[in-house]
């Protein structure tokens, strides 16, 4: 399968925790995406980090990106409540098609 | 940011049955555009590539003959789910790429989803 994997599947923390995502793939990359699903909904596209870049902030996101081991992880600081959701890494190859990880699903205890 | 939509959002029919589901793009065109599957609690399996004026590429796996797709215009992609069975339940999402993004790179775009039940 092409398709990345994510650690940890299911991630519970307090509020106001910061909370670590890792993803992996197997391809040669030109971006990689992370993407946050609230239940039974549509996604929300959080940020995108190109294969020449190494990190990215946005707001209390922050993603990295390790091409040479085929690795990303987002990061959210402060965490809240309504920050729980699944959260995706997608990867795009330049065919314009991505390869979504297996998720984590992230609860934020208030 | 740019804008897609699904219809229907939720829709319930009898095994036997049709079902077609429709991906607009609402303020950007579209060439590309891209069916998800995805089941309860699971990553979201991309099923096929929609382009604009001529047949869908689909992945590895999937019955062309019975997620037919059509990409009639730049603004417009549809799933049908021919003769749909219970297995066939699941939350569809369809994704639209930019034309104006530069080539390789660029947010794709989601829909909503929309929730099949065959009964």
């Known amino acids: 399968s092409q398709q990345g994997e994510e650690d940890p599947q299911a991630l519970s923390i307090q509020e106001g925790e910061n909370a670590t995502m890792n993803c992996s793939y197997k391809t040669s990359i030109n971006n990689l995406q992370w993407y946050r699903q609230n239940s039974g909904r549509g996604l929300v596209h959080l940020i995108l980090?190109?294969?020449?870049?190494r990190e990215k902030h946005s707001g209390r996101l922050r993603v990295t990106l390790d091409t040479s081991k085929k690795s990303s992880s987002l990061l959210i600081t402060a965490s809240r409540a309504a920050d729980t959701a699944s959260y995706f890494c997608a990867t795009g190859t330049g065919t314009y098609k991505y390869i979504f990880g297996t998720g984590t699903r992230l609860k934020v205890l208030a | 940011g740019a804008v897609v939509s699904q219809h229907p959002s939720w829709v319930i029919c009898k095994s036997g049955t049709s079902v077609k589901i429709e991906c607009r793009s609402l303020?950007?065109?579209?060439?590309?555009m891209f069916w998800y599957r995805q089941f309860p609690k699971q990553s979201l399996m991309l099923m096929a590539t929609?382009?604009?004026?001529?047949?869908?590429?689909?992945e590895q796996g999937v019955e062309k003959d019975k997620f037919l797709i059509n990409h009639a215009s730049l603004t417009l992609s549809t799933l049908t789910v021919t003769s749909a069975h219970p297995e066939d339940s699941s939350f569809y999402i369809c994704?639209?790429?930019?034309?104006?993004?530069?080539?390789?790179?660029?947010?794709?775009?989601f829909g909503p989803g929309t929730r099949l039940t065959v009964l």
């Open positions: 980090i190109r294969s020449n870049e």
């Open positions: 929609s382009n604009e004026g001529s047949k869908a590429t689909y």
């Open positions: 303020d950007f065109q579209a060439t590309t």
């Open positions: 994704s639209a790429r930019d034309l104006g993004a530069r080539e390789g790179l660029g947010t794709q775009y």
